[in-house]
């Protein structure tokens, strides 16, 4: 059996997501709660759920005023005997969001769960409760995995349009019953504006929903706070979230294009020009939208590892936050690359403890594919096919170090590049030979321009086994290219599929890859 099946699961949310997704509609929709208590907390927002283990998760809500969040949680949708507990207090200290952590629970189990949010002054007023499910991860390996990744959402100008029925991607997501979603980075575009339309080139006019906070780039707390929000005003989206816990990281238009630590913007949409004070900006906000275990350590940081029962572990990096200045990068020393030393030591450190038979690296940046920065170098690769150099030291220092520790099972999944891709890397074919093969899968976008497909770097031995993308750039989702991919667990053998596909679910490739192998 490749995924356990949980029958009635599907049958379940029909009833209680269209409740929440009726109950949470935002007024900047134009359709209030028609059942909401007058006066008290309500949670427009949806909920959402996150960094979900065996035992654990995490529960995300926003309301509407000051309240306090409590979450019941129960086997059943019926809730009989629900278990209780006390959140946080919203206020606008969090922009009246909050997160409640969940311990203790079953292993391998759907998780029915609902939030309440109570008036402070008065527990007894609240406000009505709005449900999420999640499946805890499986401590049995018999009972497989299954997760979709993906990234880029709401990019180029193109956001919500109503006519197209706004975000379908998420319904065709959310159709295979996935165990969490891994989103790769570019969660908003806060660099993005989007107007009420845009003409296409074909005649027809794109509309955009369109708010306050989007109409410019972001540079307060506030308009970024408002970008977050922006992607929630989307109905599938949230009966998505209220379906599907999420693994999210994030990369540059969480902030704004391309940037890296130092960077002073010379873009004249901006009045501040110090990326390091949108970059707090955006990471408060970031941190206030996402239910993210590690954001709510002292010194909370996004690259994490997420233990997924013995077959997996999603090994989740943070590839802008501890960057060198983009550059030519062809400097043959590079000690602090695209990782930062700590986190790339980290990364190793966990990688060789790891005992999952299956080590999903996602990194919001890909390896092989060449992403320029102007006459600067955005990602790793510099296209040079020749010996490492630059970002890409840091590169083989890790792909050395899996080879000799002989640590099998790392398959890499990206997004940022708005095509979909896969790369097998080898090297027979490399520069730098001192590792063992392995495959590079890209997705996305989810609703954001499409581009035509970056060149490759041979230094690490790419070849391009599939490739689907438009010729011309910024092509609009209304005329495809959105994309998503799919992994397969397979609890008896192991195996570990991986599917790329479009965004009504099409499957447009399929590879196969087998458990226990150094690299893969």
Same mark, same amino acid.
């Given at each position: ?15 209680? $997501? ?8 935002? %007024? ?6 028609? =059942? @909401? ?34 979450? &019941? ?49 008065? /527990?007894?007023? %609240?406000?009505?409760?709005?449900? !999420? ?13 299954? +997760? ?27 159709? $295979?019953?996935?165990?969490?979603? #891994? ?16 003409? $296409? ?24 706070? !408002? ?11 949230? @009966? ?23 960077? *002073? ?22 941190? &206030? ?54 986190? $790339? ?43 490492? #150099? ?16 002989? *640590? ?23 520069? +730098? ?7 590079? =899968? ?8 499409? +581009? ?9 031995? /790419? ?32 195996? #570990?599929?991986?599917?790329?596909? &479009?965004?009504? !679910? %099409? ?11 150094? !690299?893969?």
């Amino acid at each position: 059996m490749s995924h356990r099946p949980f029958p009635g699961r599907r049958s379940v949310l029909r009833g209680s $997501l269209a409740a929440s997704a009726a109950l949470s509609l935002p %007024t900047a929709l134009g359709a209030a709660p028609a =059942f @909401a208590r007058s006066g008290r907390p309500q949670a427009q927002w949806g909920v959402q759920a996150g960094d979900v283990t065996c035992d654990s998760g995490l529960v995300w809500v926003r309301s509407d005023r000051p309240a306090r969040m409590i979450v &019941e949680t129960s086997a059943t949708e019926s809730f009989r005997n629900p278990r209780r507990w006390h959140g946080p207090l919203l206020g606008p200290g969090t922009d009246f969001t909050g997160t409640t952590p969940l311990r203790g629970l079953p292993p391998g189990e759907q998780i029915h769960y609902r939030v309440l949010l109570a008036d402070p002054d008065d /527990p007894r007023r %609240t406000g009505e409760p709005v449900t !999420g499910t999640f499946r805890t991860a499986s401590a049995k390996r018999r009972d497989g995995v299954r +997760f979709v990744w993906s990234g880029d959402l709401a990019g180029q100008g193109w956001g919500i349009n109503p006519d197209l029925g706004g975000y379908r991607i998420y319904r065709a997501m959310a159709d $295979l019953d996935p165990d969490f979603f #891994l989103c790769s980075g570019d969660n908003i575009y806060a660099d993005g504006p989007i107007t009420s339309t845009v003409a $296409l080139p074909d005649g027809r006019t794109w509309r955009n929903v369109t708010t306050e906070e989007k109409a410019k780039v972001a540079e307060t707390l506030a308009e970024f706070r !408002g970008n977050f929000r922006y992607n929630l005003l989307d109905e599938n989206l949230r @009966a998505f979230n209220a379906q599907v816990p999420s693994i999210i990281q994030w990369d540059d238009h969480e902030v704004t294009n391309n940037w890296y630590p130092g960077e *002073i913007l010379g873009d004249t949409r901006y009045t501040e020009k110090n990326v390091d004070v949108l970059a707090a900006r955006a990471r408060q906000a970031f941190s &206030e939208y996402f239910p993210i275990s590690t954001l709510r350590r002292p010194g909370g940081r996004v690259y994490r590892v997420q233990h997924h029962g013995p077959l997996l572990d999603v090994f989740v990096l943070d590839m802008r936050t501890y960057r060198n200045a983009n550059s030519p990068d062809d400097q043959p020393t590079d000690p602090q690359g695209i990782l930062g030393r700590e986190q $790339l030591e980290w990364l190793k450190r966990e990688l060789s403890r790891s005992r999952a038979v299956w080590k999903v690296i996602a990194s919001d940046m890909p390896l092989g594919l060449v992403v320029p920065d102007g006459t600067n170098i955005e990602a790793v690769a510099q296209g040079d096919p020749g010996k490492p #150099l630059g970002r890409e030291l840091q590169i083989a220092e890790l792909l050395r170090f899996i080879k000799h520790r002989r *640590i099998t099972g790392t398959v890499w999944l990206t997004a940022d590049v708005h095509h979909t891709s896969a790369q097998h890397y080898q090297p027979s074919r490399a520069a +730098f030979t001192d590792f063992e093969p392995f495959w590079e =899968f890209v997705s996305g976008p989810l609703n954001a321009g499409a +581009f035509p497909a970056n060149t490759l770097d041979g230094t690490f031995g /790419p070849e391009r086994v599939f490739v689907k993308a438009p010729t011309t750039a910024n092509v609009s989702p209304a005329g495809g290219y959105q994309f998503f991919g799919e992994v397969d667990i397979d609890g008896g053998s192991g195996e #570990l599929t991986v599917r790329l596909r &479009e965004q009504d !679910g %099409t499957v447009l490739f399929t590879q196969v890859l087998q458990p226990g192998r150094v !690299g893969q």
